[in-house]
């Protein structure tokens, strides 16, 4: 946990880094006349202290010292920090990997086509369903949403492929 | 118009057919996503924004609304049959509501959360009618430096008052105000942070960014462990509560709904911390505060009601101000711009029918509620029972077409993807997302405030301190930042200095 959260901050003290340079390169101003550059600027100076804090955090509870916990807030009091029993990577990035396939062939397959696809691929892959109700519930829903959101509620979702028949 | 005239009025919008249909609609959705673990309001607002488009403004207000309050009823539903809870709102209620359940009694728990809802609710709306048109007119009074200190005062109440590590919902509220500068900066029309990308030339798109750290990082945390559907199986019976029922729940439900309002008014708490706050309360007033945790129904009326109050005072920030309390808010703060109206002191005068026909519509939402939902509770059971293997397929599909359909931009759906991933990491370490979409909400306007008030003042930040309404607020902020970091150090001290 503790690496976790060293991590986090490190991860936000890069962000600082990055943020407050862009921001420099903005046209920062005077508190008077604020460019705008400048709001950025400090929130990120904020921010910056804040990871710092974080870190500094992180590293004390690493030494053992219990009020340094107690300042950054108990590591069990958060949802992700208790202890999770068995964590299913393999499903997660499975998951996070077909929406993001989903999401590049969303436009250039077309709604219904890619909709199949990802429906059938967690139901069939990821969920104990057969392959072919899988497929059959991907159909299904994939031809059912269109017709709710393209056809009657006018959102225009993307034909793709189908269209240029 | 007199308040009484005014509500009736507003009372015959809200009961025109389509505006009776919305509500209808609305809090059926509501309670429908509350009983679902793992799609909340947020999400499912965002999903159906972009449906309201074909709507009236009131229609989809009332809609929106709906959804938000619905889901309170729903959310107790799944935590007194399953021990999940169906929304944060609804954590506590596990405690006491599950236990209830376990020893017969789940329908006095259920009966006890609707009808403590609806009493809450309908108090809580019965708040907004009185307090919002006094509010509105004294709003009026406001320039940009008072929305500014405003703004500061939720800022500091954020951070302090949310639950877990102050520094870590620092960081988020400071990251959210950052997200909310990218973009065509409004003021000098500058691009910032967009490093060259003209879909960021807009900023970073609300909808999606919503979607994806609460409803995809949601998904993701779900798949990930193995998620234990224990569901309540005996039938139930007796949703009416008994006189004893009663009377151990009418000053929890009083307490809950006072106490709810009056919290969910102020910007950043949410409807969260008033449930937590209401059982905290009902456990120390308890003369057998050891019963609190073994099937207390004070422990379920308490927060039940505290949850539905803090929705009906979240709406006085939005509806007299402009200045969004809580993310839904801040969804449906989105959707009254979408149609053209600004929420704010002028709304009241300007668009009375939207104003009042909003308010009275929550009457009737809360009546809808409560008839609907007793006899209902037996299909939301079946409904728990739908497997989470075919339900995440559909809530992530869901995700990407509402955010599709707001604007048809695929960059939007990136948006989606990265903040569910960010989402999930944020939940792995204890970072909370909520904090970091209000601020990028409010960031954008306290910065346009502050800018705006930097120009009126022509460049002097005296203008803060020199109007007294500002400089009260701006007091009001100093003080909830300072004080509960003082107060218990002189607390300790002075004990110490006792002791010794």
């Avoid at chain 2, 599950?98 to 309908?122: C, E, H, K, V």
């Avoid at chain 2, 505060?289 to 979240?314: D, K, L, Q, S, Y």
């Avoid at chain 2, 990028?440 to 009126?456: D, K, N, P």
């Amino acid at each position: 946990m503790v690496r976790r959260e060293a991590w986090s901050a490190g991860a936000l003290a890069v962000l600082v880094v990055v943020a407050s340079i862009h921001s420099i390169r903005l046209d920062v101003g005077s508190v008077a006349r604020p460019g705008p550059g400048f709001f950025p600027l400090v929130l990120t100076v904020a921010l910056g202290v804040v990871a710092v804090a974080l870190l500094l955090a992180t590293t004390r509870r690493r030494h053992g010292d219990q009020r340094a916990g107690e300042e950054a807030g108990p590591a069990s009091e958060g949802p992700g920090a208790e202890p999770i029993p068995r964590i299913r990577l393999g499903k997660l990035v499975a998951t996070a990997g077909a929406l993001a396939i989903y999401i590049a062939l969303f436009e250039r397959l077309g709604f219904i086509l890619a909709t199949i696809g990802f429906l059938a691929f967690l139901l069939g892959a990821l969920a104990p369903y057969r392959w072919p109700i899988a497929i059959a519930a991907g159909v299904l829903v994939a031809l059912a949403t269109y017709l709710v959101f393209d056809t009657w509620l006018q959102v225009r979702l993307p034909a793709g492929v189908l269209g240029r028949w | 118009m007199d308040v009484l005239g005014s509500l009736a009025y507003g009372l015959a919008v809200s009961l025109a057919p389509a505006n009776l249909l919305a509500c209808l609609l609305g809090v059926l959705v509501g309670t429908l996503i509350g009983v679902l673990p793992g799609i909340g309001p947020v999400a499912t607002m965002s999903i159906l924004l972009p449906v309201t488009y074909a709507m009236s403004p009131t229609a989809s207000i009332i809609m929106l609304a709906g959804i938000y309050y619905g889901a309170m009823y729903g959310g107790s539903t799944t935590s007194i049959l399953a021990n999940i809870p169906g929304e944060t709102t609804s954590v506590v209620t596990c405690l006491d509501g599950y236990q209830m359940a376990r020893q017969g009694r789940a329908g006095a728990a259920l009966g006890i959360a609707a009808f403590g809802s609806f009493i809450a609710g309908t108090l809580s709306v019965l708040g907004i009618t009185l307090l919002a048109p006094p509010l509105s007119a004294a709003a009026l009074r406001f320039g940009p430096p008072e929305i500014f200190a405003v703004l500061l005062l939720g800022f500091t109440l954020l951070t302090h008052l949310s639950g877990g590590s102050k520094l870590k919902t620092a960081a988020m509220a400071l990251l959210g105000m950052l997200l909310g500068t990218v973009g065509i900066d409004p003021i000098s029309g500058v691009a910032r942070f967009t490093f060259g990308t003209i879909a960021l030339n807009d900023g970073v798109g609300l909808v999606p960014m919503i979607m994806g750290l609460f409803g995809v990082s949601e998904v993701l945390l779900n798949v990930e462990r193995e998620v234990q559907q224990a569901v309540y199986r005996a039938p139930i019976a007796g949703l009416l509560p008994t006189r004893a029922d009663w009377k151990a729940s009418v000053g929890p439900i009083g307490r809950g709904s006072v106490l709810g309002f009056f919290l969910g008014i102020l910007p950043g708490i949410g409807a969260i911390i008033p449930t937590f706050v209401a059982y905290g309360l009902e456990r120390r007033l308890s003369r057998h505060p050891e019963r609190f945790g073994h099937g207390a129904i004070e422990g379920v009326a308490g927060p039940e009601a505290a949850n539905n109050a803090a929705t009906g005072g979240a709406m006085i920030p939005l509806l007299t101000l402009g200045v969004a309390p809580n993310v839904p808010m801040a969804i449906l703060l989105g959707a009254f711009l979408i149609h053209g109206v600004q929420p704010g002191p002028l709304m009241i005068t300007e668009r009375p029918e939207l104003f009042w026909g909003v308010i009275a519509s929550m009457y009737v939402g809360n009546v809808i509620l409560l008839v609907l939902n007793l006899p209902l509770i037996g299909l939301w059971v079946q409904l728990l029972r739908v497997p989470y293997g075919l339900l995440f397929p559909l809530i992530l599909l869901f995700c990407a077409i509402g955010v599709w359909s707001e604007a048809g931009n695929p960059a939007d759906l990136v948006v989606l993807l990265v903040f569910g991933v960010v989402g999930y990491l944020m939940k792995k370490v204890a970072y909370e997302p909520a904090p970091l979409v209000l601020a990028f909400v409010l960031g954008r306007m306290a910065e346009e405030s502050l800018r705006q008030s930097l120009l009126l003042s022509r460049g002097s930040a005296a203008i803060l301190v020199t109007r007294p309404l500002a400089s009260t607020l701006l007091t009001l902020a100093v003080a909830a930042a300072v004080l509960p970091i003082v107060v218990p150090r002189v607390r300790a001290r002075v004990a110490a200095r006792r002791g010794a």
